[in-house]
């Protein structure tokens, strides 16, 4: 038997909940997947499985990587909250303290984003580096990372998701989606916005439709500004949205394009293919997250 502990991790999506224990990824034991109704049903639901799990073997904590906004300050009275979401019923949600309360163990509490990002940090793309971050690209936008070494909180939490953007010249709808922002990297190419643009689900579309174009070039634009603030030394990008595989390479070419040879690194003129790259940890970077903030949360007791 692993002589690591044993952590369960909860990834709590707005529209899911994965919920598994394990100590990492060649150790995942159990995992269970439930859609997100109210916070009452859907927090009970996931402490009812570790509550389970827990007869096998004791957890020794749990992690929890929340959609949000969050309170990720362990200072704040309102640490562990669910906060201003627009999701319906889960605006001002105590969760972290719900889940250590009913199992009486440490609880590792941060946004699902610095959640995968740890993960990566630990097991995938982002291991041996002290400065990268993590997108997701999906129903939304959201990124996280590490800097020096720590994951990036600050005032409250990155929203890299909604970095204003200049709409395209050919965009047809330039005054994008995004309820607070309108053309925000959210209201311009999350999963959503996509599809209400082209009135088609992106996995419908061909690879060489003119929508892929422009959501490279709204994805390339996010980047090059994240990469000009925090130059970081690798950028992984998760999410449904970039199960395109063609996507990629298209991102890359831009971003070389926008960044117009101005930022003198070999990672970025020669070696692009190895520093927008898709996570380590494949579509389990989102639970294992979940699995590397609780083991923090032993770790830092
Ligand atoms: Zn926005």
Known sequence: MSAKPLIGGIEAGGTKFVCAVGTGPD?????????????????????????????????????????????????????????????????????????????????????????????????????????????????????????????????????????????????????GFCPFHGHCLEGMASGPALEKRWQARGETLPPDHPAWELEAHYLALGLVNFICTLSPQRIIMGGGVMDQPHLFPLVRRKVQTLLNGYIQSPAILSGIDRYIVPPGLGSRAGVLGAIALGAQAVETG
Not at 33 to 59: C, N, V
Not at 84 to 112: Q, Y
Not at 121 to 150: M, S
């Open 27 to 175: 150790d995942l034991r159990a995992e269970t997947r439930f859609p997100t109704t109210t916070p009452e049903e859907t927090i009970g639901r996931a402490i009812a499985f570790f509550e389970e799990q827990a007869r096998h073997q004791p957890l020794a904590a749990v992690g929890i990587a929340s959609f949000g906004p969050v309170d990720p300050d362990p200072a704040s009275p309102t640490f562990g909250y669910i906060t201003s979401t627009p999701k319906p019923g889960w605006t001002n949600t105590d969760f972290a303290a719900a889940v250590g309360r009913a199992l009486g163990v440490p609880v590792g509490f941060d946004t699902d984003v610095n959640g995968a990002a740890l993960g990566e940090a630990r097991w995938g793309a982002g291991q041996g580096l002290d400065n990268f971050i993590y997108l997701t690209i999906g129903t939304g936008i959201g990124g996280g990372g590490l800097v020096n070494g720590q994951l990036l909180h600050g005032l409250v939490h990155p929203e890299m998701g909604h970095i204003l953007l200049p709409p395209h010249p050919d965009d047809p709808h330039p005054e």
